[in-house]
């Protein structure tokens, strides 16, 4: 069991019913007990109201697997935070792809018929509108309440509401700025651009980041964690405002590699265990998103990704802490070669590969081509997320155990790296290229020489590090080559080799139900 449980905390504080807020007005939660009486009564209950913010990164409800805090109207399997990042950053980008065939799902897997009907967009909306409000709601709550460490779990606050407005900026280019000065308004909410979105995103976390310390319970934000959101904001501040920031993301990493702490675990594959939470790889993990089998379950989290690449026909799952059998092993995500293929060109050269991060397929039985992306056997299932532990014995379970992690050193290093190339004044090239190749010989990868660093090549180090994770689509628009037909891959635009996609792409669709729920709301172009 995780030290800071994600599930509420407390018999009394099942007594709250939050309420969605998809229709980005809806600011005020609907309660049988004011959580301000709540509070008053029971001011250490502020710990458990805190958790259920963090918990909507992971879970669908606290209330369990099957409910979901988004409403009736999105599907509790489906709609999970951790569950869309993968959907809409790895399955639309090069290196994965899933076979279901779900209507809306087959759409982002092969970049093709968006629009704002996809349900796949509307969960990851309405994940953000329903972070913020109930944010909102407990920020406000507190101003009028006595807590203990009140200052530290509003910055908290402030920073995950921050970060579900990150992926607004990132995914959709625009929305709607709630904060809790909006609470009770019945004024529709004016529609922010994406420069106002960054710089409100901004704003807050340069002001929390003096008031978050620099260590915290494992599982809560800490210094680092706000650090490394602002270096993600900066580093794709051209794409997202259009002037290049490039020294300030620099300057971020550099604070977070100079004082967070923090360093590379030995073991790779460590890092995507079940204890990784226990393991040495805790020492290089910034940011995570708890899974806990028992107390936290989900069908997002890290059980989406585990579950989702096994299979009883290929594979023997209970190899990777999976029990197997139909409701475990789900037989729908496989790498491409765009991934698979940065390592070698056929599955012996993967097996013989000297980097540890190759041998994260599972090949028997598979083809090299991705002929057809609905075939199982096409593509090679990646087993890089494993259910099972790193050191000592575990037993399969249907939930997974293993903690994604958001935010870690190397991603940090390779970040430090391409700022770096892309002239950033405060950086030293020397440094990034020892930051690159402790990344690369961490698994066992050769040393590469100066020449070598290029932008190129950090991209695709990047996929070989941190495919899987969540970052894809964005580091593909970053580097000029997710639309157009500059650089294609498997099942780009639905064809078999790649072909050229719009430039609307590079934002989703504002789902139709926002845009009904809000006049201000305009339709991102191309739609």
């Not at 799952?317 to 070698?344: I, M, S």
């Not at 997320?385 to 790193?390: G, I, S, V």
Request: hydrophobic content about 35%; proline content about 4%; charged content about 20%.
């Amino acid at each position: 069991m995780k030290k800071f449980k994600i599930s509420i905390v407390g018999v009394s504080l099942f007594l709250l019913l939050f309420n969605s807020c998809s229709n980005d007005l809806e600011t005020e939660p609907k309660v049988e007990l004011g959580i301000d009486q709540l509070l008053q009564k029971d001011p250490n209950a502020i710990k458990g109201l805190v958790s259920k913010i963090y918990g909507a990164f992971a879970l669908s409800s606290s209330e369990g697997p099957d409910k979901s805090d988004l409403g009736a109207g999105d599907n509790a399997g489906e709609s999970p935070f951790l569950r869309g990042i993968v959907n809409l950053q790895d399955f639309t980008a090069d290196g994965m792809k899933n076979r279901w065939g779900d209507n809306g799902l087959d759409q982002l897997t092969t970049t093709t018929n968006w629009d704002e009907n996809n349900k796949f967009f509307r969960y990851l909306y309405n994940r953000v509108y329903f972070v913020v409000p109930q944010a909102n709601n407990l920020i406000n709550i507190m101003n009028d309440v006595s807590v203990p460490d009140k200052e530290l779990y509003t910055s908290e606050l402030r920073f995950l509401r921050s970060l579900a407005y990150y992926y607004m900026i990132d995914c959709f280019g625009k929305g709607v700025i709630v904060t809790e000065q909006d609470l009770g308004s019945p004024v529709p909410v004016k529609e922010s651009s994406r420069v106002e979105m960054f710089e409100y995103v901004e704003k807050e976390l340069l002001d929390i980041e003096a008031k978050i310390p620099m260590t915290n319970e494992y599982g809560r934000v800490n210094k680092s964690g706000v650090r490394m959101l602002l270096a993600k904001l900066y580093l794709n501040a051209e794409v997202y405002t259009g002037t290049a920031r490039y020294n300030d993301a620099l300057i971020y990493t550099d604070k977070i590699i100079k004082e967070g702490g923090y360093t590379l675990a030995p073991s790779f594959k460590s890092l995507f265990s079940a204890d990784n939470d226990k393991t040495a790889a805790k020492n290089e993990i910034i940011y995570v998103l708890i899974a806990d089998p028992i107390v936290s379950q989900s069908y997002g989290n890290g059980t989406y990704i585990v579950n989702g690449s096994m299979s009883d026909a290929t594979m023997q799952p209970t190899d990777f802490g999976n029990p197997g059998g139909a409701a475990n092993a789900w037989q729908g995500h496989r790498a491409t070669k765009a991934w698979y293929g940065l390592f070698g060109s056929s599955a012996a050269a993967l097996a013989s590969s000297p980097d540890d991060r190759g041998k994260l397929f599972w090949t028997s039985g598979h083809n090299y081509e991705m002929t057809d992306y609905k075939a199982w056997v096409d593509g090679f299932p990646s087993v890089k997320f494993t259910n099972k532990n790193f050191q000592g014995s575990s037993s399969p379970t249907a939930f997974a155990n293993t903690d994604f992690p958001l935010y870690r050193l190397a991603d940090v290093y390779l970040m430090y790296a391409e700022c770096v190339l892309r002239g950033a004044t405060a950086g030293n090239a020397s440094q990034a290229l020892t930051y690159v190749n402790a990344v690369r010989n961490r698994s066992k990868a050769s040393s590469i020489n100066a020449t070598d660093l290029t932008l190129n090549f950090i991209l695709d180090e990047r996929a070989r590090e941190l495919n899987l994770e969540g970052h894809r689509r964005t580091d593909l628009i970053r580097f000029g080559k997710f639309t157009g037909g500059s650089y294609n891959w498997p099942w780009k635009g639905g064809v078999k080799d790649g072909t050229a996609i719009p430039d609307s792409y590079k934002l989703f669709p504002i789902p139709l139900t926002a845009l009904q729920a809000n006049p201000n709301l305009k339709q991102n172009p191309g739609y």
